[in-house]
């Protein structure tokens, strides 16, 4: 590595420890607490310690170390991460049509994957603000009635800072974030040097052991162990703010050793004094220290919601750019890293329902059952995902990839039969906003689809339209007029109603086709392409990644270096404004051609998402039925 990747990686990886793993570094806050003293909790004797420690210290080795770090990682699409890039990642046919070859199951698990994760990223900043500040209930009563308040305006503040943007918040966290690895991990050796007995839960026989004295009680602990890994989904969907250098280096070097401390600590302190079960992270402390460390966990807290707030937003601008949602304002933060944005309409969204949220379960372990069993499905459908990813495109062994991927849906698989026990104490949340998101995502994707449909069943092939206007030349005007269009082989009815009624051609035209392709970014002569019918009428294709932005007039000086003519001091662009009309016609059900245009009615205008001039920009109305 140069001098120079060698200076930048060190600032990046501390951004990387203050965004990427805040989810994961405050699961001490409530992970062990969950285990000996929630729901399904098992009692903190010698045997059970040991045991659930061994459980976690795997856990924290075999999903994150290995599955995330180390292989899901590699899965990157040009630099970016999520489960919607996975699924971009998804064999293709053969032809035109880039269609996946994998089955339309395989895409549909890709979205209910990213749904789910819109529901972690709502229950994630709820859970760990009231974890940390129900700290100060344990410092003193008098705090108790104030908890949920203090956490709302917490998350207030939380969801205001996003506007600034990773790069600074991360900025801001990341020495917040170190500071707190240094001191969990300082106080569990304190711990662990008063038992020292407990580093024997690194023998994973204490974990099977565990399963054994347990049986089925020790399967449902499982829920609350999985609290100990949810931040994996987020590591990997944020790895294209940071990259996977700065993410790996923080992970070995310092969250791993500190979360594997702490957990050793909290083992060691129940196995002195079976009565911390109720706090256990907050009473490792001695109590001159308890109030700076609540201060410290709220802190930590606040920068843990920042990972799946960040993961929510890019992507929601996967989601726009591969066609699973409508046209939102989606704005740039960092001048340095592409895939660093921030979505108002999503912030919002998120904050309120957060809200909602703290104010409905009102505690850290009531929200505790709705935690887990959405992150644990988005794990399997990764693990399923990622199968097809490393028998096709890696050329693994079938054989190999079965026994590598095998085990870690055995895995996960584990993780989710447990949650699935929390599902009518909470668990239902979770899965209400995917079946929510789902079905906003799907019904958009189906719409686009039909209104595809549609139109291009009215239109005018391309090749007639040039017939016609060549056998009887209307008026030609000077000037250059760009019709944008989702057919690029059809007439645009725009063209086709601006001859009918004006009686004029434009001198040079341009049939514009903007597309995405199932990748992160289209450089090159791959992005523009040109194709000439003659008598001054182009057909100009755009082909843009799903993680970066259409930007037509920068296109448009690209297709003029191609050979297009195009007049830039008289350039009008005409668009086709739809108007959906619900019908009975086959498509959707009626409940959903009316979501779809209530979607359609609240994107962000074309002019705005393609960098349109507004005051060159004319507008026809187009009616469709659906």
């Known amino acids: 590595m140069s001098g120079r990747g060698a200076a930048r990686l060190v ?28 729901s399904h909790s098992v009692p903190p004797t010698h045997e059970n310690v040991l045991g659930v420690l061994s459980l976690i210290i795997y856990a924290l080795l075999i999903v994150i170390s290995i599955k995330y770090i180390a292989v899901v990682m590699r899965a990157d699409n040009q630099g970016e991460g999520g489960i919607l890039a996975l699924t971009a990642l998804l064999p293709k046919k053969n032809g035109a049509s880039g269609a996946p070859a994998a089955t339309g199951v395989l895409v549909l698990l890709g979205i209910v994957g990213a749904a789910l994760l819109y529901g972690d990223g709502m229950i994630t900043p709820a859970i760990t603000v009231l974890s940390a500040v129900e700290g100060l209930h344990v410092a003193t009563p008098f705090f108790g009635p104030y908890v949920v308040p203090i956490s709302v305006v917490i998350l207030i503040g939380i969801f205001m800072i996003q506007q600034y943007g990773t790069h600074r918040v991360g900025g801001f966290f990341g020495p917040v974030m170190v500071l707190w690895f240094i001191v969990i991990a300082a106080l569990g050796v304190t711990w662990i040097l008063r038992a020292p007995v407990v580093l024997g839960a690194i023998d994973p026989r204490h974990a099977v052991l565990f399963f054994r004295t347990n049986g089925y009680h020790g399967f449902a602990v499982l829920g ?43 083992g060691a302190l129940l ?60 704005e740039h933060t960092s001048s340095d890293e592409m895939g660093q944005v921030y979505v108002p309409h999503v912030n919002w969204a998120l904050m309120i329902s957060t809200i909602l949220i703290v104010v409905g379960f ?43 991927i095998g085990i870690f849906l055995v895995i996960d698989l584990a993780f989710f039969g447990a949650n699935l026990l929390k599902v009518f104490q909470g668990g239902w949340l979770p899965l209400l906003i995917g ?31 040039m017939a016609s206007v060549t056998a009887a030349p209307p008026l030609r005007v000077p000037g250059t007029a760009v019709f944008m269009t989702a057919q690029p082989r059809a007439t645009p009815p725009a063209l086709a109603h601006n001859v009918r009624y004006n009686k004029v051609l434009h001198r040079h035209i341009v049939v514009l086709t903007v597309s995405t392709a199932p990748v992160p970014q289209v450089t090159g002569d791959d992005r523009v392409t040109v194709e000439s019918f ?27 270096t191609k050979g297009v003519a195009i007049d830039a001091d008289d350039l009008t662009f005409f668009l086709g404004r739809e108007t959906i009309i619900v019908t009975n016609r086959p498509g959707m059900a009626v409940w959903r051609e009316k979501l779809y245009v209530l979607m359609a009615r609240n994107a962000l205008r074309a002019t705005a998402f393609f960098r349109l001039p507004t005051e060159r920009v004319v507008e026809l109305g187009v009616q469709v039925e659906m």
């Open 435 to 465: 079946v929510v998101i789902f079905t906003l995502m799907t019904t958009w994707k189906t719409g686009r689809r039909i209104v595809a449909e549609r139109m291009a069943a009215r239109a005018i092939p391309i090749e007639e339209f």
């Open 224 to 266: 609350a162990v999985f609290l100990a890994v949810t931040g994996g989904e987020a590591l990997y969907a944020d790895m294209g703010h940071f990259g996977k250098q700065p993410i790996r280096l923080a992970w070995y070097v310092l969250v791993l050793p500190a979360l594997v401390l702490n957990y050793l600590g909290q």
């Open 271 to 330: 196995l002195l004094d079976a009565e911390a079960a109720q706090q256990p992270f907050f009473m490792l402390a001695p109590s001159w220290a308890l109030l700076p460390l609540v201060g410290l966990a709220t802190a930590a807290a606040i920068i843990a919601s920042q990972a799946l707030i960040s993961g929510a937003f890019s992507l929601t601008r996967q989601a726009v750019q591969l066609g699973f949602a409508p046209r939102l304002n989606i």
């Open 534 to 560: 003659g008598h001054g009428v182009y057909n100009v294709r755009v082909q843009y990644g799903f993680m970066q932005d259409p930007d037509v007039p920068e296109a448009l000086e690209i297709a003029r």
């Open 11 to 38: 600032p990046l990886t501390l951004t990387a420890v203050g965004v990427v793993y805040g989810d994961i570094g405050t699961s001490p806050l409530y992970t062990i607490r969950e285990c000996f003293f929630g």
């Open 362 to 404: 009102r505690s850290s372990g009531a929200l505790a059952a709705a935690y887990g069993i959405a992150v644990t499905m988005t794990m399997v459908i990764t693990a399923i995902l990622l199968y097809v990813v490393a028998t096709e495109r890696w050329h693994w062994p079938t054989p190999v990839a079965a026994t590598v």
